[in-house]
């Protein structure tokens, strides 16, 4: 009562403020309410057994296929020549078995598989994690607002003396450290992309090496023309006949017809993948899980036809035997059984489209134990028949049965090739938007699943050098050798990040990071010794891709920081602009001006360059800064950010546009419309914030960041457009009313859209320093200028209409 009467009796005013003042605690929960829901949209789901079952079965076809195929060609690698001694096989069979063990099952299903960005797997998700939990990230264009989306998921809470605190500070202290962690990761990724290439070489070739065991004269010496048929696009057309041509042409002539074959196969696979997998998944998990039951199944059977004393092999013990009675001959032999666990990182770099729980499920319970009955199985076969080591696969498989297992093999090891295939597109895509490799075209191939996506440029390289790979070593051995050799380099790399993530993200205790790191290292440093011993039979080929890879995606990230730190040194100050006055002493054309900037803060150095060169500028102006998060994906609600630049009467902003490394700018057909309506939305809630309260207590304003405490920011009002649905309704609902001055400045904002819009884009040539020593001028003026040369102009990826683009040149040295 006393609450109601002290109503009656107040001032319209007072009325006001309380009415207000309830608005602010509604609309206060109401955006509460909606973080709360995008943010468990974006966690993992409990999934009900049903679908988990379903998910699991799903992951066979995409997750599984390369570590499956691995049958195929271990014990030919392992033993090159005929087997004298039976015990060899158990020797061989159980360290295949504790391998399969340690890497795939417990370091990575069990382990690594959890250290996925939301989902997301591969090296660069692991680098987004540490980019989130420290200061490590090359390029520092990041604000604080960026760790409010619902998917940055970062623990700020650190103990300032435990010993996360201090390798976090060691990590950030020094610019080597973070140049260090980035070329490992990059080196990392280099490898993964040499599996793109050699995954499909070994695959391919060994299924088809199936013929030869069904017709002996089917050997390297023998040619057989062939005639085949695509329908398939011109380009793709165009480049696959050129590539059969010219490998006819050089290798051909003194090739057989099982190398004919995979070539075939190759080109029919990487011509297809415009298509995108989508169009083909269906298939993949039905033809894995049967590829599985069959080799396990085949295993069973030649367990108990040829004994079961192979089995013996679950001891450890003849691992120690294997050792000392092959000595050199046994340790060199661990290049061979460790392609046992090829197709590991694969696993993890195709995480995306499952849950962690539906991917353990099917590795424990299909997975490894057909992997384990299938090598049982040969080792028994071998066991009694040593001198068919070669092909023991195919010449272990029952008459009756022998084809349809040669077709399935086929296919097993084409959806294998397309895991590591689909793994490469993943990864090149975030080296993209982490700026570490140069702008190509990415397209994505379905409507429902954002991690499937087409490299065109990428896939026709990997076709080219997978095709002169298999065509130039001819034989399984040598493939063997540098398949090896980039698995267990990606392994290492995996398991120097994986320390990290232990301390920095998880908080694990020391005694459990030492445990983890000193096994894998153990393991792996002693697979990458014997693969040492082959480097000159084919192990150098992995090492030669990823450094030329490397030395390309250092160097664009060298000349993109190069870039931002001349864009940050070289911005205008506001003091410059205010003394310009509101015209900015031009004449204000009617229009707006979208000015595209690699900076969220501050008026860039080509604008200023812009306007002392032309006598006139657009009446509104948007300086728009398209970035790139360390997080998986930047929901649609939270991904547009406006603040003013300058008083109101420049008319000028800031839109900042975020993105995660799976999500694609070019997708969002109606880019221009989405600015527009956030620009609008940001002029009714600055309206709103000035009405609502004379202090500064109520307002959405956030600090201005790091790079615009010089005062180059006229405002700082910054308001991200995840309120859009409750602000909207509640204007709706006429709960808000709209000051004259918003009327006015919105009317303005629309007549000047409606006069046209302009998208002004810096066209800079970049030029090393005189006095800059010579390896960075070979960098910079040759390599970098290169690549932006034969690399899409940023008009493309803006998806930008010729008639309304305005370049601005400039050389920046």
Not at 597 to 618: K, Y
Not at 715 to 730: C, E, F
Request: with cysteine.
């Amino acid at each position: 009562m006393e609450m109601g009467s002290r109503t009656e009796v107040d001032e319209d005013g007072d009325n006001n403020k309380g009415r207000m003042w309830d608005l602010d605690q509604q609309f206060d929960r109401s955006i509460e309410e909606e973080a709360g829901r995008l943010k468990n949209m974006y966690t993992e789901k409990q999934t009900s057994p049903l679908l988990l079952l379903r998910l699991a079965f799903q992951s066979l076809g995409v997750v599984y296929g390369d570590l499956g195929t691995s049958p195929l060609y271990v014990f030919y690698n392992t033993f090159p020549e005929e087997i004298v001694d039976p015990e060899d096989v158990v020797g061989a069979l159980s360290l295949i078995i504790y391998s399969l063990t340690l890497i795939p099952l417990l370091k990575y299903v069990f382990v690594v598989c959890k250290a996925n960005d939301n989902g997301q797997g591969g090296t660069f998700a692991l680098y987004s994690l540490l980019c989130r939990h420290a200061n490590v990230k090359i390029i520092p264009n990041q604000h604080r607002t960026d760790e409010e989306l619902t998917t940055y998921s970062c623990s700020t809470l650190i103990h300032e003396k435990s010993f996360a605190a201090k390798t976090k500070r060691w990590l950030e202290k020094d610019t080597y450290r973070k140049n260090a962690l980035l070329i490992l990761v990059l080196f990392g990724t280099c490898n993964v992309i040499g599996d793109g290439i050699l995954t499909p070489a070994i695959s391919v070739l060994s299924a088809s090496g199936g013929l030869k065991v069904a017709h002996p004269r089917m050997s390297n010496g023998v040619f057989l023309p062939f005639h085949t048929h695509y329908s398939f696009s011109y380009s793709s057309l165009f480049l696959s006949f050129l590539s059969i041509f010219l490998l006819s042409l050089f290798f051909f002539p003194c090739a057989g017809v099982i190398l004919v074959v995979a070539v075939v196969i190759l080109v029919g696979l990487f011509s297809m993948q415009h298509y995108g997998t989508d169009k083909v998944s269906w298939l993949f998990a039905p033809i894995v899980f049967l590829w599985f039951i069959t080799t396990g199944g085949i295993g069973a059977y030649n367990i108990w036809k040829y004994g079961s004393s192979v089995l013996k092999a679950f001891s450890p013990v003849y691992i120690f035997r294997y050792f000392k009675r092959r000595r050199k001959d046994g340790w060199t032999s661990l290049g061979g059984i460790m392609l046992s666990i090829t197709g590991t990182e694969a696993l993890f770099a195709d995480l995306a489209h499952f849950s962690v729980s539906a991917v353990q499920l099917a590795f424990t319970v299909v997975v490894f134990p057909c992997l384990l009955l299938a090598y049982s199985g040969q080792a028994a076969y071998l066991f009694n028949k040593g001198d068919h080591v070669i092909d023991p696969f195919y010449r272990s498989i029952p008459d009756c049965i022998y084809w349809p297992v040669f077709v399935i093999a086929t296919l097993a090891a084409i959806v294998a090739s397309q895991a590591a295939i689909s793994a490469t597109y993943s990864i090149v895509k975030q080296a993209l938007a982490h700026g570490c490799f140069p702008r190509v075209k990415v397209v994505h191939t379905s409507k429902n699943f954002l991690g499937q996506i087409y490299v065109p440029d990428i896939n026709w390289i990997l076709m080219v050098l997978c095709i002169f790979v298999t065509a130039g070593f001819k034989n399984q051995s040598q493939i063997a050798n540098a398949y090896g050799t980039a698995v267990v380099l990606v392994m290492l790399v995996t398991t120097v990040l994986m320390t990290l993530i232990m301390i920095l993200v998880w908080r694990s205790h020391w005694i459990i990071v030492i445990l983890f790191t000193g096994l894998s290292l153990v393991v792996e440093c002693t697979y990458f010794s014997a693969v040492l011993f082959k480097m000159d039979q084919g192990g150098w080929v992995p090492l030669v891709i990823a450094a030329a890879f490397l030395l390309i995606m250092y160097v664009w990230h060298y000349g993109t920081v190069k870039r931002y730190e001349f864009e940050m040194h070289g911005k205008v100050s506001m003091a410059w602009i205010l003394g310009l006055g509101p015209s900015l002493g031009l004449v204000r054309v009617p229009g707006t001006g979208l000015v595209y900037t690699e900076l969220a803060s501050g008026v860039p150095h080509m604008f200023s360059h812009f306007i002392t060169n032309l006598p006139a500028i657009h009446s509104v102006l948007v300086f728009v800064c398209v970035k790139y998060l360390p997080v998986y994906t930047v929901p649609e609600e939270e991904r547009f950010v406006v603040k003013r630049v300058g008083p109101k009467n420049f008319h000028m902003f800031r839109c900042i546009a975020r993105y995660g490394y799976k999500d694609l700018h070019k997708k969002d057909d109606d880019f221009e419309k989405k600015l527009f309506d956030n620009l609008f939305l940001f002029v009714r809630l600055e309206s709103m914030m000035e009405g609502c309260s004379d202090s500064e207590e109520y307002s959405w304003s956030e600090p201005p960041s790091e790079h615009s405490r010089d005062g180059n920011e006229g405002g700082n009002t910054m308001v991200s457009s995840s309120v859009n649905s409750t602000v909207v309704s509640y204007m709706n609902m006429g709960q808000i009313s709209r000051s004259q001055t918003e009327m006015d400045e919105l009317e303005f904002l629309n007549r000047c859209r409606d006069a046209g819009v302009v998208h002004i884009l810096g066209n800079t040539m970049v030029r090393a320093r005189k006095d800059a020593r010579f390896y960075k001028r070979i960098a910079i003026d040759y390599i970098y200028a290169f690549l932006r040369k034969i690399c899409r102009e940023n008009s493309a990826i803006f998806n930008v209409p010729r008639e309304s683009l305005l370049n601005v040149g400039q050389i920046i040295y």
